[in-house]
C-alpha cells in the first residue's frame, strides 16, 4: 500500500472589529496560501552555500496590510466615490481562489497623507505583527495585528469600506503601496472609521 504524504499550508483569518471595548462584527474566513508563498517557504529552507552556511532566503513574516479591492467588496459606490476613488482607484476584481495573485488591489495606508495614488514619501501601507507569534501547537502559528482608530481612517478617509487582507514577510517595505504578499483573503465589506479597532488573528497550519 503507498501512503501519500502532502504538506499542505491551512489557514485561518479572522478579523474583528470593535467600538469602545465591544465586538461590533468580525469576519472569519479560509484564505489561500499564495504561489509566492510556496516559492517563499522552498527558499526559506534551503541553503545557498555551504561552508560557510548562506540561507537562500531569510525573511519572516512581519506585516498585515489592508485594502478596498477583491470581488467581496459590498460598497462600491462608496469605494468609488471621493475621496478613495483618487487615493485607492482600481477594479475589484481579484478573489482569493486565484493562488497567482501577487498584491492587494487596492491598498489602504495605514498612516500618511490622502494624496493621489500611489502617495508620498512618509505614507505606511503595512502594519507590524505582534512578536512573539503564538504556537497553540508545534505545527502552528498564529500571527495578531491590532490597528487602531486612527490607524487607515484619518483625514478625510473617515470611512475606509476595508475588503481585503494580506500577509506579508520583512521583505515588504511600509513605504511601497503594492508589496508582495505571501497568503491573501477577501471578505465582506468592514466600515473602519476613527470608532473603531480592527484586529487581524491569522493563523497558519502546517
Known amino acids: 500500500m503507498r501512503i501519500i504524504d502532502e504538506i499542505e499550508v491551512k489557514q485561518n483569518v479572522h478579523i474583528i ?4 471595548g465591544k465586538i461590533v462584527t468580525r469576519r472569519d474566513g479560509h484564505n489561500i496560501f499564495l504561489n ?13 552555500t555551504l561552508d560557510p552556511d548562506v540561507a537562500e ?7 498585515i496590510a489592508l485594502g478596498i479591492g477583491g470581488t467581496r467588496q459590498l460598497a462600491l459606490a462608496h469605494a468609488n466615490a471621493a475621496p478613495y476613488v483618487t487615493a485607492y482607484p482600481g477594479t ?18 495605514v498612516s500618511g497623507g490622502v494624496s493621489v495614488y500611489p502617495g508620498v514619501p512618509g505614507d505606511i501601507w503595512t502594519g507590524t505583527v505582534q512578536a512573539p507569534p503564538v504556537h497553540t501547537t ?12 486612527t490607524d487607515i481612517s484619518y483625514g478625510s478617509l473617515i470611512s475606509v469600506p476595508l475588503s481585503e487582507v494580506g500577509l506579508m514577510t520583512s521583505a515588504a517595505a511600509p513605504g511601497n503601496y503594492l508589496n508582495q504578499m505571501v497568503a491573501y483573503d477577501t471578505f465582506d465589506t468592514i466600515s473602519k472609521t476613527g470608532a473603531v479597532e480592527l484586529e487581524i488573528i491569522w493563523t497558519l497550519k502546517f
Open 17 to 20: 472589529a470593535r467600538e469602545r
Open 36 to 48: 509566492l508563498g510556496r516559492e517563499w517557504l522552498a527558499e526559506l529552507i534551503s541553503l545557498q
Open 57 to 63: 532566503r531569510d525573511d519572516r513574516i512581519k506585516y
Open 92 to 109: 475589484n476584481t481579484q478573489t482569493d481562489s486565484d493562488p497567482t495573485v501577487t498584491a492587494l488591489e487596492r491598498p489602504v495606508r
Open 138 to 149: 508545534a505545527t502552528e502559528t498564529t500571527f495578531r495585528r491590532l490597528f487602531g482608530p
